[in-house]
């Protein structure tokens, strides 16, 4: 009897689970990144009707709320060919790193959509339009390998831990003393709007060349305290099957702090004259509890701006969201 009531419970689990994926058949990485292909469809031809959108469906780009056929979807005429999706089943979200034409100029475009069955409830962009950056991404004809792979089941990270290993990133680099915990794989880099940023040959032997040292040097360095702020972090799309960590994040700069002491003493000369903002979508890929790789889409906007998807204290405060 015991025996037979268990199956018959299992029968019900078995049968709830498969309703709710006929239910929300976009809650799987492949339907998911389908959503991205059919949204950028509807922006390229101008046509909100397209796409299946909530009532109440949010659409910021660049930091502002707009009605959903304004901004880019005006402007939009084609996609380019660098794309890099970051799916999130378990939130119904997705992340996507790609760049565009925006009246034939080339552009980047840091994306997230939160869909509920195949209804876009959010979109949240942020729009980069830095065409040497596009055309650098487009350059390396597809994204960087670790960020496709899969990490194996056994050792894939809880999303409370990627998260956690991300935040340190932001830590870390926030008033960079070079004295933090960095967790760094030795063969970590990073790229900002396509340019890689760690590890090239130095262009500048003879003095300090924060480029041409790794991940982890440049934070043991201490060279990015001019950073004074880095506020409103919100990891928002993780995909744990990967070990990668979408977030959006503003880098403050207050203006004075003119000269940096790097830990080994020396002084480097700042240029950063006016208070001034980046705001930032960053992409981190995680394995076994330090950060492999960073891919980050920045623009340059008003200082202390807000996000949008937050209140005026969350977005001045650097707790993780």
């Known amino acids: 009897m015991k025996k037979t009531l268990i199956s018959f419970f299992l029968i019900i689990i078995f049968c709830i689970t ?14 998911l990144e389908k959503s991205v292909d059919r949204y950028l469809e509807a922006v390229i031809a101008h046509n909100p009707a397209s796409i299946a959108l909530a009532n109440n469906a949010k659409f910021t780009e660049n930091g502002q709320r707009l009605r959903i056929g304004d ?7 084609a996609r380019g060919s660098y794309k890099l999706y970051i799916a999130d089943p378990q939130s119904g979200q997705i992340g996507f790193f790609g760049t565009i034409r925006e009246n034939n100029v080339p552009a980047i ?22 065409t040497a950056g596009a055309l650098r991404l487009e350059g390396l004809a597809a994204p960087h390998r670790v960020f ?21 990133y932001f830590t870390g680099l926030e008033k960079n003393d070079g004295k933090g915990i960095y967790p760094f794989t030795p063969d970590c880099n990073r ?4 340019a890689q940023t760690t590890n090239n040959p130095s262009k500048t032997p003879a003095s300090f ?30 995909d744990e099957e990967r070990g990668l960590v979408f977030t959006f994040v503003f880098f403050d700069h207050a203006g004075n702090v003119h000269n940096v002491k790097l830990a080994n003493g020396s002084a480097v000369p700042i240029n950063v004259i006016r208070p001034w903002t980046w705001e930032i ?21 008003p200082y202390g701006m807000n996000s949008g998807w937050s209140s005026w204290e969350d977005g001045l405060s650097d707790k993780m969201r």
């Not at 309703?19 to 976009?26: G, L, R």
């Not at 790229?191 to 396509?194: D, F, H, K, Q």
């Not at 979508?281 to 906007?301: H, M, N, P």
């Open 209 to 238: 060349d924060i480029s041409a040292i790794g991940c982890k040097e440049q934070f043991e360095s201490g060279f990015f305290r001019f950073v004074t702020r880095i506020r409103d972090r919100r990891f928002v799309v993780i």
């Open 18 to 31: 498969v309703e709710a994926q006929k239910t929300h058949p976009s809650c799987t990485r492949e339907n």
């Open 191 to 194: 790229l900002e709007n396509g």
């Open 71 to 77: 901004g880019l979807w005006n402007t939009a005429s």
């Open 109 to 130: 475009l840091a994306l997230r959509l939160k869909i509920k069955g195949d209804v876009i409830e959010e979109i949240e962009s942020i729009l980069a339009r830095d």
């Open 148 to 168: 496709l792979e899969s990490i194996p089941a056994g050792e894939r990270a809880a999303r409370e831990d990627l998260i956690k290993t991300a935040n340190m």
């Open 281 to 301: 979508a960053e992409l981190f890929k995680v394995e076994k509890g330090l950060i492999r790789q960073v891919e980050a889409v920045a623009c340059e906007c």
